[in-house]
């Protein structure tokens, strides 16, 4: 199952839509939070399901939880933005939290730096796709998850030659 994973979007319908471009055959899309109302746009451009969770940015997101647990293919991927388990300062908790949960993936935001990390949890930020930190462009995450095998994730960069 091909998943397009995305985070921070901050209320940039312009990289949402951009996202979608790059990756128009999406099964499912997970958004790690910072702008709910983004996910749910991203869910009416492609007419897919989207899992999403609030961010410390998304105050009057109620509805949506601050985690979850996806089950695709045969794997259980740990939704969160991270900023509850301080993320900035490293992973551990957050593997352990998933592990907890019985997950083998974890898909975070909150950072803006793209980061994979393969292990027992796969760790996977798909970084900013309005507002990078790690001094680079745009993206999102590209991630096939397939039953019995380890799942295979690409960091995708926004192309400065796009129009």
């Known amino acids: 199952m091909k998943i397009g994973i995305v985070s921070d979007t901050h209320n940039n319908r312009q990289a949402v839509e951009r996202v979608v471009a790059l990756c ?37 997101s109620a509805d949506a939880p601050d985690s979850l647990v996806v089950e695709a293919a045969g794997h259980k991927i740990f939704l969160t933005h991270g900023h509850s388990f301080g993320v900035r300062f490293g992973v551990d908790t957050l593997v352990e939290v998933a592990k907890e949960n019985g997950c083998d993936a974890v898909v975070y935001g909150h950072t803006h730096v793209a980061q994979i990390l393969p292990g027992e949890v796969t760790v996977i930020n798909p970084g900013s796709a309005s507002r990078p930190r ?30």
Not at 44 to 54: E, I, R, S, W
Request: include cysteine; charged fraction near 35%; charge should be negative.
């Open 24 to 60: 128009p055959d999406a099964q499912m899309w997970l958004h790690a939070g910072d702008c709910v109302p983004d996910a749910e746009y991203l869910e009416m451009l492609t007419d897919t399901g989207v899992a999403k969770v609030a961010g410390n940015s998304d105050f009057f």
């Open 134 to 163: 790690d001094e680079r462009r745009p993206s999102f995450a590209v991630a096939e998850f397939v039953e019995g095998e380890a799942p295979k994730v690409k960091i995708v960069r926004f192309d400065d030659n796009e129009e």
